[in-house]
């Protein structure tokens, strides 16, 4: 159980372009959701957190209108990279959570390649 | 500034020693302290959780202590195996917010 499956789980795409990744929380339904970015040899960087049905919570300095994130359902979250620049190449990945203070389960991450 | 630190080189060691891996943490005050294995290119993958009030924590072969006077979380891996090659994260909660920030990880390797 407790599987949060991510797609997709690669995608190039151009400069300029909007790229959307899907989490999708498969066998539960998840209280928040949360989306991390993970730069080669370094640990993940909290984006934001998302709630059903509310607004993302973002961390200082990551750009909300670059990086919208919708979480529709229970199941359910979306991070799509606005105009993407090569600079946004980098492995996102999201998780979920049932309850608090709970383990967080991980999607596989998705690895986008901005040329 | 707020920090989390763990052990930025690599750790090797025999099979069947015990591995140790340490987090130390500045500025926070977490209720809660997490443990995820990461494999390449893959998600992490939770091991253990300890609170707090809880000094040691175990699950099979893996131990967790957890120091808050000094500020810093062990992590033990007994009988280590080939299989238990990753890098091991550390997390805790930002005072009490359930939102988990990540350590830097330490790339675990074992020699057969």
């Known amino acids: 159980g407790a599987v949060v499956s991510q797609h997709p789980s690669w995608v190039i795409c151009k400069s300029g372009t909007s790229v959307k990744i899907e989490c999708r929380s498969l066998?539960?339904?998840?209280?928040?959701m949360f989306w991390y970015r993970q730069f080669p040899k370094q640990s993940l960087m909290l984006m934001a957190t998302?709630?059903?049905?509310?607004?993302?919570?973002?961390e200082q300095g990551v750009e909300k209108d670059k990086f919208l994130i919708n979480h529709a359902s229970l199941t359910l979250s979306t991070l799509t990279v606005t105009s993407a620049h090569p600079e946004d190449s980098s492995f996102y990945i999201c998780?979920?959570?049932?309850?608090?203070?709970?383990?967080?389960?991980f999607g596989p991450g998705t690895r986008l390649t901005v040329l | 500034s707020q920090k989390i630190e763990q052990n930025s080189e690599a750790l090797n060691i025999q099979e069947g020693k015990t591995a140790t891996l340490t987090c130390n943490y500045t500025?926070?005050?977490?209720?809660?302290l997490q443990w995820y294995r990461q494999d390449p290119g893959r998600g992490p993958v939770f091991l253990l959780l300890?609170?707090?009030?809880?000094k040691e924590k175990r699950k099979e072969r893996l131990k967790v202590t957890f120091d808050t006077t000094l500020k810093q979380s062990l992590f033990h891996i007994t009988a280590s195996q080939p299989a238990d090659s990753a890098t091991y994260l550390c997390?805790?909660?930002?005072?009490?917010?359930?939102?988990?920030?990540f350590g830097t990880g330490t790339r675990l390797k074992v020699l057969a």
């Open positions: 998780s979920a959570r049932v309850g608090v203070p709970t383990e967080q389960f």
């Open positions: 066998d539960f339904q998840a209280t928040t």
């Open positions: 998302s709630n059903e049905g509310s607004k993302a919570t973002y």
């Open positions: 500025n926070y005050s977490p209720a809660y």
């Open positions: 300890i609170r707090e009030n809880e």
């Open positions: 997390a805790l909660d930002t005072s009490g917010t359930y939102k988990y920030i």
